[in-house]
């Protein structure tokens, strides 16, 4: 299965690769999962939830490493998201990048395979 992708703040996830485990930003801790986007919805997701917000990055896992805490949930419009209960171990992290912010205030992101 392709990557799915989370958007952190930079600083907790600094503190999260030096602890080996990520356990969501206050947001997700609150919802009781961590939100995830897939390729086709994370462009969506950072519009409508991080507009404007700088220091972000972008987490990318692999689903399958994630097991049986990741479940798939009917969350907008009809589409299903990813989302994880529990932590994210480094382990399932295959990269991350930087989603710096154009002139409006809109996330650029990387290429998504």
Known sequence: MSAIFHMARVAEW???EARG???GSAEDRAD???HFSTAGQVRESAAKHRTGES?????ACDPDALGEALKWEDARGGQFF???Y??????TV????PLPLDADGVHIFPELA
């Open 14 to 16: 600094r503190d999260a």
């Open 21 to 23: 485990r990520y356990p």
């Open 32 to 34: 009781g999962f961590i």
């Open 55 to 59: 220091g972000l990055v972008l987490v």
């Open 82 to 84: 990813p989302h994880l």
């Open 86 to 91: 529990g932590a994210i171990p480094m382990s």
């Open 94 to 97: 295959l990269w991350t990048a």
